[in-house]
């Protein structure tokens, strides 16, 4: 699934006008994506924060109180391997919560 993309337009034939410069129309593709919410200490969240981006996981929000929750978005085809690496940095202690499955751009 893709969506052509144009903001900021003033005219969109494909090529378009923003701040008087031409860029070119962004094509972004949706893909399937799973919301999770994990639970950390302190300790252990810049670990966490660290390998995020390996697996291409976008923060949604950050809850901070004893422990920090997180809302995180994830390619579908990434989340095993993350789950994998998640359970291995935690020794089994957290597990990962599956809010939802939705689609989104990456």
């Known amino acids: ?4 993309f144009c903001k900021g337009v003033k005219k969109c034939p494909g090529i ?4 008087g410069k031409q860029d070119a129309a962004q094509i972004l593709n949706m893909v399937e ?3 999770l919410s994990v639970t950390v200490d302190y300790g252990l ?3 966490l924060l660290y390998v995020l981006p390996e697996y291409d996981i976008k923060v949604l929000s ?3 109180g004893a422990e920090i929750v997180l809302k995180l978005l994830i390619k579908e085809e ?11 940095m935690t020794n089994g202690q957290r597990t990962i919560q599956v809010l939802e499955e939705t689609f989104d751009f990456f």
């Open 78 to 88: 990434r989340y095993p391997a993350f789950e994998k690496i998640f359970r291995e």
């Open 33 to 35: 994506c799973k919301v």
């Open 16 to 19: 378009f006008a923003v701040d």
């Open 62 to 64: 950050s809850d901070y």
């Open 1 to 4: 699934c893709f969506l052509l």
């Open 45 to 47: 969240y810049n670990k």
